[in-house]
Structure formats: C-alpha cells, structure tokens
C-alpha cells in the first residue's frame, strides 16, 4: 500500500535551518510530483512547496520563497524539505503529499517548532 513517511522535524531557533525528508513506498515515486504542506495550529493546512516527478519544475508559496528548497531522489523514493532562516510563523506540522491513481495520500506530519 501507499505509505509516505516523513522525518527530520523538531525544535529550532529562529533564523535556524532544517531538513524534512519524506520516504515513499508502495507505488512508482519516479512518475508523481510531491507537494509539501504544513498546518499550524487554527490555521487551514497550506500548500508549501511542489515539484515534478522528474525534479526539474519546482514551486514554492510566496511566504517561503528563497528560504525553503524543495528536491527529491528518486533512486531513493524521498523527496526533501530543506527550510534555512525559519521564524516563528513556519511553526507548523509538516506533511508530504502525493497522488497516485488520483487519490490524495498524506504522510503521518512532522512537527517544526521555532521558538527562541
């Protein structure tokens, strides 16, 4: 079955760096774009950033532009999340996203709090 799991959340300081990855399994990763979500808490779950299944085309939200870096390996199934200078706003539960056969799938979340 489709499984995407996600790592590599914690607690950072603002103006601080991390790196999400989200590991695949269960379907052909090299053929589907992977999106990047995160919901804080109240807040609606927004769409972070995206990129093509070949890693070529990439797009981010304007409130992550130059800060966050989407990329993917696709001889590893993972994709990757890399956020430098974080402030306290992208305090949120990141999720992957991917959508074989038309249907949504959503990892687990891994939490990212910035907080000094």
């Known amino acids: 079955q489709v499984q995407l799991v996600e790592s590599g959340g914690g607690l950072v300081q603002p103006g601080g760096s991390l790196m999400l990855s989200c590991k695949a399994s269960?379907?052909?990763?090299?053929?589907?774009?992977i999106r990047w979500y995160r919901q804080a808490p109240g807040k609606e779950r927004e769409l972070v950033a995206q990129?093509?299944?070949?890693?070529?085309?990439?797009d981010y939200a304007d409130f992550v532009k130059g800060r966050f870096f989407i990329s993917r390996d696709n001889t590893k199934n993972t994709a990757f999340l890399r956020m430098d200078n974080l402030n306290f706003e992208d305090t949120a539960v990141y999720s992957c996203?991917?959508?074989?056969?038309?249907?949504?799938?959503w990892g687990q979340g891994t939490q990212v709090t910035v907080s000094s």
């Open positions: 269960g379907f052909i990763f090299s053929s589907y774009p």
């Open positions: 996203n991917a959508r074989p056969g038309g249907r949504d799938y």
């Open positions: 990129i093509s299944f070949a890693g070529n085309n990439k």
